[in-house]
């Protein structure tokens, strides 16, 4: 690898731009492709292009055969993100746990005695209401919504905007009952049935948790479990 | 050290280090680590990263130091050993393909 592709890979990767490295394994040769242009010295085809920024796409690396010996492309794409709803308890071991789980999480609470009460150095934190801050966040097909507040002014508008969304995950925290209501309000507000049947709720897996690191656990663990289609 | 195992790789580089990159190309079965998993050695055999569960490291890190030294890419396929799974090996029954590389 020479050095002038690696700067230029971690300079995407910093930029939250996805890239694929694409490497002849017979001679090492490489070259970097973006969606719409590319890098570097290894000649590679219109098809084979093609089929790299497809796999960047999918999120998949791998190696294919070609007529110039194997290829293997190699996707960077940005971590997936969390957006967390309501900055409580939960939300420290929650962020923390998603965190390493390759998250980038970020925290929203208007309540700003909230969001400046718990430990969030490290993590994004806004005090944007939750609408205006899920348009400026724009959750894709790559982002998870877990909201925590129980408090339908500040968590409807939030999972209004996750299911007007591509996200991969919209969980809500209440009991069956508080979710009931919540499903209700959301049926008022013109959302189908295969609309709110998106929300997890009660949300997480239910594996008995009780403390907020184990109900963080069980979150992660739900998530986990949708984004790997299991 | 980096948790960033590219951005280690290049801190060392940038300190005048030997550094090569090894990376999981193809696996087949149940092999401990996914494909782009990568592992970066330096040129005093310091290494970041994994591309194992730690049964084959051992292997690669030596493989890595050759190219350090010749700056010529390889290819290397591990499979199951059997009664060898205690040398070079997966004790999971799994396969991989690494590529290891020369930072220049």
């Known amino acids: 690898m020479t050095p002038d592709i690696l700067a230029k890979l971690q300079a995407a990767r910093a ?18 492709v ?37 290829i293997f492309v ?17 939300a420290e071991p929650l962020a923390r746990m998603a965190s390493l789980a390759g998250y980038g999480t970020t925290l929203i609470d208007p309540r700003r005695a909230f969001a400046a009460s718990q430990k969030f150095d490290g993590y994004t934190v806004t005090t944007d209401w939750p609408d205006e801050a899920m348009a400026a966040l724009k959750p894709d097909a790559r982002t998870a919504i877990v ?28 009991s069956r009952k508080t979710h009931a209501a919540r499903l209700e309000r959301l049926a008022a507000k013109g959302f189908d049935e295969a609309a709110r049947k998106r929300i997890r709720g009660p949300v997480g897996l239910a594996i008995g948790a009780l403390s907020p690191a184990e109900i963080a656990i069980s979150i992660v663990a739900e998530i986990t479990q949708v984004r790997r289609g299991a | 050290m980096s948790d960033d195992i590219l951005e280690q790789a290049a801190n060392w580089r940038a300190n005048g280090t ?70 070079v090996g997966l004790a999971c029954g799994g396969k991989v393909q690494v590529f290891v590389e020369r930072l220049d």
Not at chain 1, 51 to 61: N, Q, T, V, Y
Not at chain 2, 80 to 86: F, G, K, L, R, S
């Open chain 1, 15 to 32: 930029a939250k731009r996805p890239v694929a490295l694409v490497t002849n394994l017979r001679s090492g040769a490489q070259k970097l």
């Open chain 1, 74 to 90: 190699h996707s960077f794409n940005p971590p997936p993100r969390l957006l967390i709803v309501g900055a409580v308890h939960i």
């Open chain 1, 34 to 70: 973006f969606d719409g242009e590319s890098e570097g010295p290894l000649c590679i085809d219109i098809d084979m292009m093609a089929g790299a920024i497809e796999m960047l796409k999918r999120d998949e690396s791998g190696t294919l055969q070609t007529g110039a010996g194997a």
């Open chain 1, 147 to 174: 909201t925590l507040t129980h408090d339908p002014k500040i968590d409807d508008p939030a999972l209004e905007a996750a299911l007007a969304s591509n996200a991969f995950y919209v969980g809500a925290l209440g």
């Open chain 2, 18 to 87: 030997g550094v090569a990159i090894a990376t999981v190309v193809s696996t087949w079965g149940s092999s401990p680590r996914p494909v782009g998993s990568q592992l970066a050695v330096d040129a005093g055999g310091k290494f970041v990263g994994s591309v194992s569960g730690g049964c084959i490291e051992g292997a690669v890190i030596k493989e890595a130091l050759d190219a350090i030294a010749t700056g010529r890419p390889r290819l290397l396929d591990f499979g199951v050993t059997n009664e060898q799974a205690w040398e």
